[in-house]
């Protein structure tokens, strides 16, 4: 029988090692403490994150910034840019490179908002005191890192900089091109006590020979007094209405939509005219020298519209219009409808502005109302026609039929929003708010969205019900002004023409 051999184990001295050491083996030597040794540093990782992110980035945040915004002296190279309310007749489409590439741009804003900067990477001794927003047209799938904005001030090139963020604005559909806004930054050295601000911006794009250099640059829009934003807006209701297009043509519509909205509490409206007809170019003519609307110009061609960009670039003028009214027309509320859609408050004798005061709270960022639907299939009721008025169909008055049952929120929805709470608009709602603030579904028995919609049929239109509500509340005088105002714009015939096919659908009985 062999004998069992025994094997050696070799032992080291534990008092030659240092304690380091023997602390360090200790621990690996576990099995138990290898396997959650390693979640326990993955842990301890995170909570040192969520600690910066918590208490430092947070004091950066709420403290660093708004301090340092506050102490700087924002200054300009032309002050005159500033004086008096921009009245958007330097607005249009502009290339950027060779225009059969197709990229173009529109606007520009400045935005004090710090939220905006807070996330964006800066310099050493350097902090963001806000942003420059960008309205353009880029193809969905641009190379973002190349995208530069270029300043200047008094026609001298100032910076360039990298875009922050570039961005589709949403409801792009994946198509090829996409209404877009590119951000960015403004900054200044911690070690001055005054920043100057540019006076225009242009973009450049690497990828691109012909956009490499800054070409077509637009005026940057300020706020004419409260440059920062402190202070309470100073007007209360703005209306925006999407792009005009083939020939718009109803005349007496928009009359009527602009005295409707005047007598709930509308100040301004923004109207982006692609194309309509020479007597709708006059009836905007005339508000337009009352101080009443701002006409923007909206011609631009060379694209395949709802199959290479979303139709006639309406998120554009969208989102371009609310910040026009926010920033440069210093609006609270600002309503995105179209010419036969109304917003109605159903409360006795309330206007749409006082609605929205009364419901308002600082953490709502836009008020969302149902639609329902007023036909053109549906027979009109022309009983209530005062035997004076010589225009006699007005869409308020003589329908008087509607859908019963008010879509959901978010479909076919239109909406109010407030300027200083909102980043991004959509057509149906609000997508991108500041943080902490939500949208306030508006109630059926507190408001609807009254559309009246011609030529188009579909939601639940059998399912009906007779509904006289702005008929009653605005009926004598909503009549009256809309007859002053055709015979102060068409003496000849004191009329406002109504359109062609104002009623395309056959009508049922």
């Known amino acids: 029988m062999r004998p069992k051999m025994v094997r050696e184990i070799s032992y080291v001295s534990i008092k030659s090692r240092s304690k380091p050491v023997i602390f360090v083996h200790s621990l690996v030597s576990n099995r138990f403490t290898r396997k959650y040794g390693v979640l326990s540093l993955i842990l301890l990782t995170a909570l040192g994150l969520l600690y910066y992110r918590r208490v430092l980035f947070q004091k950066y945040i709420h403290q660093t910034l708004p301090l340092y915004q506050r102490s700087v002296s924002l200054t300009f190279g032309n002050e005159s840019w500033l004086q008096g309310e921009d009245t958007g007749e330097r607005d249009h489409w502009l290339p950027i490179g060779e225009p059969k590439k197709r990229f173009k741009i529109y606007s520009a804003y400045f935005d004090p908002r710090l939220e905006v900067v807070e996330s964006f990477p800066t310099p050493d001794g350097f902090l963001p005191f806000g942003s420059v927003r960008i309205f353009a047209i880029l193809p969905f799938h641009v190379r973002k890192g190349d995208i ?12 360039q900089h990298q875009a922050d963020r570039v961005e589709a604005v949403h409801e792009h559909w994946n198509m090829e091109f996409a209404a877009s806004y590119v ?13 100057r601000l540019p006076d225009e911006v242009a973009l450049s794009y690497l990828s691109e020979p012909s956009m490499r250099e800054a070409t077509s640059f ?30 718009f043509a ?51 061609e060379g694209y395949k519209f709802e199959s290479e960009l979303r139709y006639e670039g309406i998120f554009v003028a969208l989102n371009d219009c609310f910040y026009r009214a926010t920033i440069a027309g210093g609006f609270k509320y600002t309503a995105i409808v179209d010419f036969d859609e109304l917003l ?7 206007t749409l502005l006082e609605y929205l005061q009364t419901k308002d709270r600082y953490d709502v960022h836009s008020f969302n109302f149902q ?21 006699t169909y007005l869409y308020t008055q003589v329908r008087n039929v509607r859908t019963k049952n008010p879509l959901l929120h978010h479909n076919r929805s239109k909406y109010v ?17 500041v943080r902490d603030t939500h949208e306030y579904a508006v109630p059926e028995n507190e408001g609807l969205l009254m559309h009246y919609r011609d030529g188009s049929l579909g939601y639940d239109f059998e ?20 007859n002053a105002q055709c015979a102060l714009i068409f003496p000849e015939t004191t009329m406002c023409p109504l359109g062609e096919h104002y009623t395309r659908t056959a009508s049922v009985r």
């Open 148 to 159: 530069f904005c270029n300043f200047r001030s008094d026609n001298t090139y100032v910076a």
């Open 463 to 482: 399912n009906v019900v007779l509904d006289n509500r702005v008929r009653e509340r605005f009926g004598d005088a909503i009549w009256r002004r809309v």
């Open 250 to 300: 109803h005349a007496l519509r928009v009359v009527e939509f602009f005295e409707y909205y005047q007598m709930n509490g509308a100040e301004r409206f923004y109207v982006y005219n692609k194309s309509a007809t020479p007597e709708v170019d006059t009836v905007l003519r005339h508000y337009q020298a009352a101080g009443l609307v701002q006409v923007l110009d909206w011609h631009f």
């Open 417 to 433: 929003l407030k300027g200083r709470n909102v980043l991004e608009a959509g057509n149906h709602f609000v997508w991108k708010a």
């Open 218 to 247: 637009v005026r940057i829009k300020y706020p004419t007094t409260d440059r920062l934003l402190r202070s309470a807006p100073t007007r209360s209701l703005a209306v925006c209405v999407g792009p005009l297009h083939h020939d």
């Open 371 to 391: 639609g329902v639907f007023f036909y053109d299939i549906y027979s009109p009721d022309f009983s209530k026609v005062p035997p004076w008025a010589n225009n």
């Open 183 to 195: 951000i960015c930054k403004l900054a200044g050295n911690i070690t001055k006590r005054e920043a």
């Open 344 to 350: 109605f408050p159903t409360s006795d004798n309330e």
